[in-house]
């Protein structure tokens, strides 16, 4: 079976600076789906960013970006010039090629100003 | 846009008590998802759905029952509520398994 580890349960972060936040999963499987969500206070879960295993190139959105190491089977997320906004529940996720996700136990992040 | 609508966002039940939790979507999307969300864990589904009247069993499904009877609708049921099912429950949708899930904003729900 899949799993998911978010070794990290908290981090912290200076306004301004830049925080990488890790995960590892395990599979046999070839062809797979990763995933970073955000959960603010509020409980929405954003969609962070996406990554297909297929992919070498490693995802980026704006401030947001991975390192995914598919050998190694590591998924980092990276957030470059941090916000008091970013702060929330990052949890990373895996998904198999039509399979259902499977999430880690989420990494809290802090800003500080 | 709505998106994914969960009702009621909070609830108290008695131990026993039965209750329904309606999820519903105007995306169009085919999948359909129910989750659990408790401390120090992450989401554990419970049930999905492949499409309107469809279900299957997630990672946590003893407890609960589901049903897909409108393409926008997914139903959560609790027959006889216990305080091991307090939790903070989502709804998620997507076009297809390997698309981005889209959540609501969760119920919380408290058994005492």
């Known amino acids: 079976a899949q799993t998911v580890t978010q070794s990290q349960p908290e981090m912290s972060v200076q306004e301004a600076e830049t925080v990488t936040l890790s995960c590892t999963y395990d599979?046999?499987?070839?062809?797979?789906?990763l995933f970073w969500y955000k959960q603010p206070p509020s409980r929405q879960m954003i969609l962070v960013i996406r990554?297909?295993?297929?992919?070498?190139q490693n995802a980026t959105e704006n401030r947001f970006s991975v390192n995914f190491q598919k050998a190694a089977k590591s998924f980092s997320l990276k957030i470059s010039d941090s916000q008091l906004g970013d702060a929330a529940m990052y949890f990373c996720a895996y998904r198999s090629a039509g399979d259902k996700l499977i999430f880690g136990t989420g990494t809290r992040l802090q800003v500080f100003p | 846009n709505a998106g994914v609508t969960q009702t009621p966002k909070f609830r108290v039940l008695k131990t026993g008590q039965s209750m329904t939790l309606l999820c519903a979507q105007d995306?169009?999307?085919?999948?359909m998802y129910w989750y659990r969300q408790d401390p120090g864990m992450g989401l554990r589904l419970i049930h999905y759905?492949?499409?309107?009247?469809?279900?299957a069993k997630g990672e946590v499904p003893d407890g609960y029952n589901v049903s897909r009877l409108k393409k926008q609708n997914f139903l959560l049921g609790l027959e006889s509520a216990a305080p091991s099912q307090t939790s903070v429950y989502f709804c998620?949708?997507?076009?297809?398994?390997?698309?981005?899930?889209?959540f609501g904003d969760g119920t919380r729900l408290s058994i005492l």
């Open positions: 990554q297909e295993a297929y992919k070498q």
């Open positions: 995306m169009n999307h085919e999948y």
């Open positions: 599979t046999s499987e070839s062809d797979y789906y």
């Open positions: 998620a949708s997507s076009r297809h398994p390997n698309q981005p899930q889209h």
């Open positions: 759905s492949v499409g309107e009247g469809t279900t």
